[in-house]
């Protein structure tokens, strides 16, 4: 079984600031590791995944986060808010090593971004 | 080209009628998905059609779902004698299918009232 766990319902954050989104994960062998964002009234969007290598992986829209193996974590950070990076965000886990192909979803994690 | 859609984008229907989603996916994706998102949990992963395979159907909720892909391409989602537990918006993800770390590209949805 697998499953992730966004603990925060909403984060709210100063623009400007940095910003964390935490995901932790629970899988049996080694995890491929997304995170998706949606606006209001549209659908999930790809910001970036981790498959191997560098545990800090960079994506779309100056977002970036770090896989921990040893806390099981996939954090999403940015440097410096926008209030348009205000939606919600959503961690997914998949095994590698399995043919199954859907993805396991965290409860998603409104940010909030004040002006 | 387009990204995948998705019609309705809204349905109000009364308990117990029968509902059709339909989903077109991006064209040249051989992966197509449904998942469930209903107000305040994550993305539920309901059933997985992988070119002229078998689909998984191992998310569906009960005997009452049940879906179709024809040709490869378009796919319908039915929900028989609807309950209000069913209120929900529906997503769909389409993907090349090229290997598990691959993203998932996501419709809009559509949102289903069941009165």
């Known amino acids: 079984a697998q499953s992730v766990a966004q603990p925060e319902d909403q984060v709210n954050v100063a623009e400007g600031n940095p910003l964390t989104v935490k995901c932790t994960y629970s899988?049996?062998?080694?995890?491929?590791l997304f995170w998706y964002v949606q606006y209001p009234n549209r659908g999930l969007q790809f910001l970036l995944k981790y498959i191997t290598g560098d545990n800090l992986v960079k994506g779309s829209y100056g977002f970036e986060a770090e896989f921990n193996k040893s806390q099981t974590s996939f954090h999403l950070k940015k440097p410096s808010a926008l209030v348009s990076d205000s939606a919600l965000y959503f961690c997914?886990?998949?095994?590698?090593?399995?043919?199954?192909?859907?993805?396991?979803f965290g409860s998603g994690t409104r940010l909030q971004v004040q002006p | 080209g387009a990204g995948v859609s998705q019609s309705p984008s809204n349905k109000v229907t009364e308990k117990g009628k029968d509902v059709e989603l339909r989903c077109d996916p991006i064209?040249?994706?051989?992966?197509l998905y449904w998942y469930r998102q209903s107000l305040g949990q994550g993305l539920e992963f309901l059933i997985y059609f992988q070119g002229n395979s078998a689909p998984d159907k191992s998310g569906l909720p009960s005997d009452r779902f049940s879906a179709e892909r024809t040709g490869g391409s378009v796919s319908t989602l039915t929900i028989q004698r609807t309950q209000q537990e069913d209120s929900a918006v529906y997503l769909c993800?389409?993907?090349?299918?090229?290997?598990?770390?691959?993203?998932?590209?996501f419709g809009p949805g559509t949102r289903l009232t069941v009165t």
């Open positions: 899988v049996s062998g080694n995890p491929y």
């Open positions: 997914a886990v998949r095994r590698m090593d399995t043919g199954r192909r859907a993805l396991t």
């Open positions: 993800a389409s993907s090349q299918a090229r290997g598990p770390s691959e993203e998932q590209y």
């Open positions: 064209s040249g994706h051989t992966a």
